[in-house]
């Protein structure tokens, strides 16, 4: 099946300071989401990026489909920004849509 | 509101109980999933639904089942609780795709964090 990597695994940073996180894969794909996972176990929708570049307040994502990565930005970080940060892609061939998550990064913001 | 609700949101329980967590989403899609999260690991999917009458296994093998009587409920039920079930589950839907091989946005509920004792 598709490999979906992610890094860094674990990222801490100073409030204020900017971030990039990463996410590879292995096979094509036609779906593409980053989310963010609360404290409280909850996944919030960051972004639906199969390709191209999207923008949302001091996020923003790219995904490079014909290289088989996307990148998450993260800028003026703040303590509310902190909680574990998913990838998950759809394979353009047989996964009937179905999401394949990968081990996402633990990030933590610091006052 | 479109929304997706689970319940419970916690649930402890004792072991060889049957439990049934509910989900039920008012967006008006037609494709339903259910996840399984261990703590500080990757979701994994363990059943998903096309509509009303489907039902089909995910890539992770579970002893639960589901059912999808309605487009709007997709109900999951372990017939007999263990400590092994003890995750949290996430319920979540998407859109069917209007063109051949383009996939929807997913959507996820609170999830339900399951204790077994």
């Known amino acids: 099946g598709i490999q979906v990597e992610q890094s860094p695994p674990d990222l801490i940073l100073q409030e204020g300071a900017n971030s990039t996180l990463r996410c590879n894969f292995s096979?094509?794909?036609?779906?593409l989401q980053w989310f963010h996972q609360n404290p409280w176990g909850q996944l919030i929708n960051l972004f639906y990026?199969?390709?191209g570049t999207k923008q949302n307040g001091r996020l923003s994502a790219t995904t490079v489909a014909t290289e088989r990565y996307s990148l998450l930005y993260i800028s003026s970080s703040q303590t509310t920004d902190s909680g574990v940060y998913f990838c998950a892609v759809a394979r353009s061939r047989g996964s009937q849509g179905n999401l394949i998550f990968g081990k996402g990064t633990k990030l933590s913001v610091k006052p | 509101e479109a929304d997706i609700y689970q319940t419970p949101r916690y649930l402890v329980i004792g072991t060889g109980k049957k439990i049934t967590l509910e989900c039920s989403q008012t967006?008006?899609?037609?494709?339903m999933y259910w996840y399984q999260q261990d703590p500080g690991m990757e979701l994994h999917l363990i059943h998903y639904s096309y509509g009303v009458n489907s039902t089909e296994k995910g890539d992770l093998s579970s002893e639960s089942t589901v059912s999808r009587i309605r487009t709007e409920h997709f109900p999951l039920t372990l017939e007999s609780a263990r400590p092994s079930h003890t995750s949290q589950y996430l319920c979540a839907s998407s859109e069917p795709p209007r063109l051949a091989g383009a996939y929807n946005e997913q959507f996820f509920g609170p999830g339900t964090r399951l204790t077994v004792l």
């Open positions: 967006m008006g899609h037609d494709k």
């Open positions: 096979d094509s794909v036609n779906n």
């Open positions: 990026i199969p390709s």
